[in-house]
T-cell receptor, first 113, second 111 residues
C-alpha cells in the first residue's frame, strides 16, 4: 500500500514565478492536509481539504496561496509570485476520515532564488 | 490558542542509555496527542496516538504516556538508528482538525 506521494521533491523558483506542489493521498484516503515547515521552526497547518471542498484554510496566507483537491487527480498547492520567504518544506498529509491519524508524505523542498 | 512545547531541544545519549522526552501542551479540549519521528530530509513518520490521561502505548524501545498537561516519550536502551527528531502534536476536539506541532527534540544516539 503506497504511502502519501508528493512531487516534485525539490523545486527551485526565481522570485515572481509560480510554484505548483502536488500531493496524492494514500489509497482510500479522502482527507488532505497541507503543512509548512520553515527552517528551525515547527510544522504549521495551512489548509484542510476533502474532495472538491476546502474545509479549513485558516492557516493559509490570504494572498498568493491557493489549494485544491479535485474530484480526479492529486491535491495541488499553488503559490503565485513566490518570494524568498516562501522557501520552506511543504508537507502533505492524508487520513481516511475526519479526526483520524494523519499520515505524511516526504515533502517538497521549495527554494526561491 | 493551542500550544505545544517540547524539551529538551536536543539530547545526546550513549547507546543503551535510557531517557525521556517531554511534551507540554495546552489545548481547548484534547481530541488526541500524536508522536511522530522525522529523519533529515524526510516527512514525519507516525508513531503513536494517545487520547486520554493515563493512556500508554509501546512500540519496540519506545513508550508514550499521557497526563492532562503533558506527554512523555520514554526511550529504553536506545540504538543509533533511533537518532531522529521526535515531534509532538495535539489535535483539538473543538473546531477543525489541524495538528498543532511542537518544534521537536533532536535525539542523537552515540555508538
Amino acid at each position: 500500500n503506497a504511502g502519501v506521494m508528493q512531487n516534485p521533491r525539490h523545486l527551485v523558483r526565481r522570485r515572481g514565478q509560480e510554484a505548483r506542489l502536488r500531493c496524492s493521498p494514500m489509497k482510500g484516503h479522502s482527507h488532505v492536509y497541507w503543512y509548512r515547515q520553515l527552517p528551525e521552526e515547527g510544522l504549521k497547518f495551512m489548509v484542510y481539504l476533502q474532495k472538491e471542498n476546502i474545509i479549513d484554510e485558516s492557516g493559509m496566507p490570504k494572498e498568493r496561496f491557493s489549494a485544491e483537491f479535485p474530484k480526479e487527480g492529486p491535491s495541488i498547492l499553488r503559490i503565485q509570485q513566490v518570494v524568498r520567504g516562501d522557501s520552506a518544506a511543504y508537507f502533505c498529509a492524508s487520513s481516511p476520515r475526519g479526526m483520524e491519524t494523519q499520515y505524511f508524505g516526504p515533502g517538497t523542498r521549495l527554494l526561491v532564488l | 490558542e493551542d500550544q505545544v512545547t517540547q524539551s529538551p531541544e536536543a539530547l545526546r545519549l550513549q547507546e543503551g542509555e535510557s531517557s525521556s522526552l517531554n511534551c507540554s501542551y495546552t489545548v481547548s479540549g484534547l481530541r488526541g496527542l500524536f508522536w511522530y519521528r522525522q529523519d533529515p530530509g524526510k516527512g514525519p513518520e507516525f508513531l503513536f496516538t494517545l487520547y486520554s490521561a493515563g493512556e500508554e502505548k509501546e512500540k519496540e524501545r519506545l513508550k508514550a504516556t499521557l497526563t492532562k498537561k503533558e506527554s512523555f516519550l520514554h526511550i529504553t536502551a536506545p540504538k543509533p538508528e533511533d537518532s531522529a527528531t521526535y515531534l509532538c502534536a495535539v489535535q483539538s476536539s473543538v473546531g477543525n482538525e489541524k495538528l498543532t506541532f511542537g518544534t521537536g527534540t533532536r535525539l542523537t544516539i552515540i555508538p
